[in-house]
């Protein structure tokens, strides 16, 4: 099981506190804009990675629209995760992002 929240839900707790921003977009995509300090591990990579996370710290996943996203969300809580699932991804972003 894994929690969801909004886009702009997620812009006000970057305003406030620091999160683990797991970014499940391919490289290119990432590399044209992303959240400042997420990490990348595209979504069909996240298997083979899956033990550089730590299942000691809570992950927020973002992709480009939800869908990626919510996939690996429940790949990640099956796995003993703690994450969130970001709704409507960096589509729906509008805080700072970074290239």
């Given amino acids: 099981m894994y929690q969801s929240i909004t886009a702009n839900d997620l812009e006000q707790e970057l305003k406030n506190s620091q999160l683990n921003i797991l970014d499940v977009r391919d490289a290119d995509a990432f590399v044209e804009g992303h959240i400042p300090d997420a990490i990348n591990i595209p979504i069909n990579e996240l298997p083979e990675k899956l033990a550089t996370l730590d299942k000691e710290q809570a992950?927020?996943?973002?992709?480009?629209?939800?869908?990626r996203s919510e996939r690996a969300s429940q790949f990640l809580a099956a796995e003993g995760f703690d994450v969130t699932n970001v709704m409507g991804g960096m589509g729906a972003f509008h805080g700072s992002v970074t290239q």
């Fill in 59 to 67: 992950y927020t996943i973002i992709c480009y629209a939800g869908g």
